[in-house]
């Protein structure tokens, strides 16, 4: 079994930014792809980036590219969302995901394992 545990979510004001941290435990070596989604109230979990664990490929979608940057750090077994010129549609609760597979899915249904969530707001 793998455990995901974020952390790092705020308050913020527009143009702020915060740093998002997920750290993995567990089978860890069952994991291919981590990433990040988010859930805005009402509204439906979407994906926001994704990254290898061997490649550091990376994927974003494009309402953060450029804002957002995801990263990893294989020896500390974290990966983190650094989020810089926040937006009020930011806000969210935003989820650590892991897959197995090795596809850059942007489909939360392809991702295995996921986190508590955590809670990112950002105030105009």
């Known amino acids: 079994q793998v455990q995901l545990v974020e952390s790092g979510g705020g308050l913020v004001q527009a143009g702020g930014s915060l740093r998002l941290s997920c750290a993995v435990s567990?089978?860890?070596?069952?994991?291919?792809?981590m990433a990040w989604f988010r859930q805005a109230p009402g509204k439906e979990r979407e994906f926001v980036a994704s990254?290898?664990?061997?490649?550091?490929?990376?994927y974003y979608t494009d309402s953060v590219q450029g804002r957002f940057t995801i990263s990893r750090d294989n020896a500390k077994n974290a990966v983190y969302l650094q989020m810089n010129s926040l937006k009020p549609e930011d806000t969210a609760v935003y989820y650590c995901?892991?897959?197995?597979?090795?596809?850059?899915?942007?489909?939360?249904?392809?991702?295995?394992?996921w986190g508590q969530g955590t809670q990112v707001t950002v105030s105009s």
């Open positions: 567990g089978r860890t070596f069952g994991t291919n792809i």
């Open positions: 990254i290898g664990w061997s490649s550091g490929t990376t």
């Open positions: 995901a892991a897959t197995r597979g090795s596809i850059y899915s942007r489909r939360r249904g392809e991702y295995d394992y």
